[in-house]
């Protein structure tokens, strides 16, 4: 394919591989992307599809490892596969933008929010220190971010993960780039703030007429942003067409596939006999971080063999409430009880068997597996502390573990976390928390970076562990397809209170606490237009109006 002047970014050919010991392996095999200014461009896939190596060769750019083995790449008529470090540098948090999928692991934990926001702007001369701080609380109101003013000044340690991904978002419209790689950009958000970014992000794209490849595995998140879609399979482009044809008359089986997932869902159990003594009571909790209140008055049991549902926007209290049931947050008011017996406040009074009890399988797998460590010493730990085996015991614990979480033992228990894929971490996130034998386990938003055909394995294998070992889980989420899939009971919280639960049936069926019904009409459906009709029934016309508006 020759350039073409009509397009701002032109990929040829692109072939990429990836260093596998001494071998290389293929990670893309021959594919062509074309993006014009203004234009979206969806990439959507499963996990190890190529989508985030693609997008990042847009840049011009391979994580280490990697390589472009073959192809062209040309940005604004400027080939980058030639272009010197120097070339590279200019047009990099300038010209083109990046934001990942995981704030949490991209932020320089030393240094402010507004410090790193700053940054690209004043060393690229597009502005001022104090131009550069001015313009990022602008941006910080329009993608909502709580005292916008203010908020900049925190270190990444001090804002949730929501909050996070939005500063990121921010950081990267700052020098207004011709293009910007969306890598996942609203996977830690909830449904509300999410609808808000969504629409921010679509106003600067429009706005400023930015190209961008909007990467997701939430098609029906991609069906408001991108112009036109394009499918990937391991490495390969399996279809391209525009939203509107992709969605309604896809021509492939794999295409088709994606659009029938989330398929799974667990049927309601019966009633909790009266008087069941619950395997988890969080009774009347008040909690706050120093001087600022996070929850107020919060009840709610979680029973034997059972999934409770916590959701809420972000900053609700759900994960706060959840740092109460593990102690590492002791309440003010309130307590803990598990199976009728109040538990210490405060985690490190509290005994091996009691802290056994009460496991956590996290959000993000690539930050909370220690990279150095092999898969079975990650999960030996837990092993040889929870349940003292040592040496040959320990190792055959482990394989068992593995075996559990469908991870072949003998495929896996040498590996570096760096050699699994999303989710295969996870389910290494839930044979640790396994190890310890618990009754009791939280999974906080556990699927919610997965694409939509593993995060359903995800669901499945978590639903057959439940059956098989009588677990009980408290599912902390934001994604109201998941709580259909497994949740029996839902708790919804807003600003640090509970203002609905009950049976997941009722929860689903009106009428609704008005909270509760502004949750359930923020789920993305695979309709093109939906985002634009939603933001029009409540008023919000444009970016400033999202940013200011508050829905409630």
Not at 95 to 118: C, E, G, K, M, W
Not at 324 to 333: A, D, H, S
């Amino acid at each position: 394919m020759a350039k073409d002047s009509d397009f701002l970014v032109q990929m040829n050919d692109i072939y990429i591989e990836g260093r596998s010991d001494e071998t290389w392996m293929p990670i893309i095999n021959g594919v062509d992307l074309t993006l014009r200014r203004g234009e979206v461009l969806g990439l959507i896939g499963e996990s190890g599809a190529g989508k985030s190596t693609l997008g990042l060769a847009a840049m011009g750019f391979c994580r280490d490892g990697v390589r472009i083995s073959g192809g062209e790449v040309y940005f604004d008529g400027i080939d980058l596969l030639a272009a010197g470090a120097s070339a590279k540098r200019n047009l990099l948090g300038k010209r083109i933008a990046y934001v990942a999928q995981s704030a949490a692991a991209s932020f320089n934990p030393a240094h402010r929010l507004i410090d790193q926001h700053t940054e690209a702007p004043i060393r690229h001369g597009v502005m001022s220190r104090a131009e550069s701080e001015k313009d990022g609380m602008e941006l910080y109101q329009r993608l909502r971010l709580p005292n916008p003013d203010e908020i900049g000044f925190r270190y990444p340690h001090q804002v949730s993960g929501g909050q996070l991904q939005r500063a990121m978002t921010a950081m990267a419209m700052s020098c207004r780039p011709d293009l910007i790689i969306f890598d996942e950009p609203t996977t830690a958000l909830d449904v509300t703030t999410q609808i808000e970014v969504l629409a921010s992000i679509r106003d600067i794209v429009a706005q400023f007429n930015t190209a961008a490849i909007y990467i997701t595995h939430d098609l029906a998140v991609v069906a408001q942003m991108a112009d036109r879609i394009k499918v990937l399979l391991k490495g390969d482009e399996v279809e391209e067409a525009d939203t509107r044809t992709m969605l309604t008359d896809p021509k492939e089986d794999y295409t088709k596939s994606l659009w029938a997932v989330r398929a799974f869902q667990r049927p309601q159990k019966p009633a909790v006999l009266s008087g069941a003594t619950p395997v988890i009571s969080v009774k009347n909790v008040t909690a706050a971080y120093g001087p600022v209140p996070v929850l107020n008055d919060v009840s709610f049991d979680i029973h034997e063999g059972r999934t409770v549902a916590v959701v809420g926007e972000s900053g609700s209290g759900k994960s706060t409430a959840a740092r109460c049931i593990t102690g590492l947050l002791p309440p003010k008011q309130g307590s803990i009880e598990f199976e009728g017996q109040a538990l210490p406040s405060d985690y490190r009074r509290r005994n091996r068997m009691q802290l056994r009890q009460a496991q956590m399988i996290y959000q993000m797998a690539d930050t909370a597996l220690n990279p150095r460590k092999t898969i079975g010493e990650i999960i030996g730990r837990p092993v040889q502390f929870y349940m003292g085996l040592t040496g040959a015991a320990k190792r055959k614990r482990v394989e068992e573990l593995l075996d559990e979480i469908e991870l072949p033992a003998h495929q896996y228990i040498d590996r570096l976390p760096s050699e699994l894929s999303g989710g295969q971490k996870q389910r290494i996130g839930i044979a640790r928390a396994l190890a310890a034998e618990p009754k009791f386990i939280i999974c906080d938003e556990v699927t919610s970076a997965l694409d939509q055909l593993v995060a359903e394995g995800i669901l499945r294998l978590l639903a057959r562990l439940q059956d098989d070992l009588k677990l009980s889980y408290m599912f902390i989420t934001h994604d109201l397809a998941t709580v259909r899939s497994i949740a029996d009971e839902v708790v919804v919280m807003k600003d640090g209170r509970v203002v609905e639960q009950g049976p997941k049936s009722e929860m689903f069926q009106p009428p609704h606490h008005a909270y509760t019904d502004l949750l359930l009409s923020s789920v993305p459906e695979m309709d093109p237009d939906w985002l634009t009709k939603l933001l029009a029934e409540r008023g919000i016309e444009n970016i400033g109006d999202a940013a200011v508006t508050k829905m409630s």
